[in-house]
């Protein structure tokens, strides 16, 4: 059975970093595209960033070029680094696996806390 446990969430101020990582078991790591999502409270979840079996990635706008995600396939792992960090990136932070031919195959982890203040 496939698990996602994220971790390195926490609390910095405005303009700070962090580098969430998301670990993945039960699954086939090379066939499963990953991304990150973010909730905000009282807001819809949103997309944040994916990267595919094959290493292409994708960002939001509200993130592109402070935020860079990237896959350690040895370690199943998934890395998010959030440079200058914006109040407005405030949120739970979600990982999610996604199989690259079978997209109703995907798996969600419970999320982490990024607090973002001054």
């Known amino acids: 059975q496939a698990q996602i446990v994220e971790s390195g969430g926490g609390s910095v101020q405005i303009g700070g970093s962090l580098t969430l990582s998301c670990s993945i078991s039960?699954?086939?790591?090379?066939?499963?595209?990953m991304g990150w999502h973010r909730q905000a409270p009282g807001n819809q979840r949103e997309f944040v960033a994916s990267?595919?079996?094959?290493?292409?990635?994708t960002y939001a706008d509200s993130v592109k070029g402070r935020f860079t995600i990237s896959r350690d396939s040895g370690k199943s792992t998934v890395l998010l680094q959030m440079n200058n960090l914006k109040a407005e990136d405030t949120a739970v932070y979600y990982c999610?696996?996604?199989?690259?031919?079978?997209?109703?195959?995907?798996?969600w982890g419970l999320g982490t806390q990024v607090t973002v203040s001054s």
């Open positions: 999610n696996a996604v199989h690259r031919a079978i997209r109703s195959a995907n798996c």
């Open positions: 039960g699954i086939i790591f090379s066939t499963y595209d």
């Open positions: 990267i595919t079996t094959g290493g292409d990635t």
